[in-house]
């Protein structure tokens, strides 16, 4: 199967500031992947589709200008929470498909955000 | 977009007893996958399985896709199984998202 990492596993940071968590295909190339957001006691929620050379594709409900996305290369793909707020504070998790063959999707470890 | 549905959402045993959850969903699938999230939130695949029937250990699987089904058995059960079960599946080829269902979380005592 595919390996996937996430950096960094665990932000604290103040209301107000940006932060930015990066995800990476380790062992192939990935022209999408997905984010995802779970809050505590709740399942996984699809946030966008991060599309190699292409804009990213939204949820509805997610706001396109506080969660950008940017594909930057076949192996990585970044999620920038803009202008934080405790209401962002959250577990977010990227995954990849793994087209070889079959369409499954690997995740990586997460990353939980906590803002002040 | 399709529907999953999980249950149960809690199940307690004791440690050495069988189990199932299972899986319902609304529209033919093309991914399905079972996932076991470990206590630090890691999502571990368990089984890639839009139909048919898989064994891996302890554990098994069965979709039926025509009547829109999942099913994971997991056999002697130990305090390690303990944690949130989900299904997720997706009703399209190549990079279709997936849709989650709410989970089922097992609590296995010794």
């Known amino acids: 199967g595919a390996v996937v990492s996430q950096h960094p596993s665990r932000v604290i940071c103040k209301s107000g500031t940006s932060v930015k968590i990066e995800c990476r295909s380790l062992?192939?190339?990935?022209?999408?992947m997905f984010w995802y957001r779970q809050f505590p006691k709740q399942s996984l929620m699809l946030m966008a589709t991060?599309?190699?050379?292409?804009?990213?594709?939204?949820e509805q409900g997610v706001e396109k200008d506080k969660f950008l996305i940017n594909h930057a290369s076949l192996t990585l793909s970044t999620l920038t929470v803009t202008s934080a707020h405790p209401e962002d504070s959250s577990f977010y998790i990227c995954?990849?498909?793994?087209?070889?063959?079959?369409?499954?999707?690997?995740f990586g470890p997460g990353t939980r955000l906590t803002v002040l | 977009g399709i529907q999953v549905e999980q249950s149960p959402p809690d199940l307690i045993l004791q440690e050495g007893a069988n189990s199932t959850l299972r899986c319902n969903f609304s529209?033919?699938?093309?991914?399905l996958q079972w996932f076991h999230q470990n206590p630090w939130g890691q999502l571990i695949n368990l089984f890639y399985?839009?139909?048919g029937t898989k064994q891996n250990g302890r554990l098994s699987a069965t979709t039926v896709a025509t009547e829109r089904y999942s099913l994971l058995y997991i056999s002697s059960s130990q305090t390690t199984d303990s944690g949130v079960y989900f299904c997720?599946?997706?009703?399209?080829?190549?990079?279709?998202?997936?849709?989650f269902g709410t989970g089922t979380r097992l609590t296995i005592i010794p």
């Open positions: 995954s990849v498909p793994y087209l070889m063959g079959s369409n499954e999707q690997f």
């Open positions: 062992d192939f190339q990935a022209t999408t």
């Open positions: 991060s599309n190699e050379g292409s804009k990213a594709t939204y």
């Open positions: 529209d033919s699938v093309n991914n």
């Open positions: 399985i839009p139909s």
């Open positions: 997720a599946a997706s009703g399209g080829f190549g990079n279709e998202k997936l849709t």
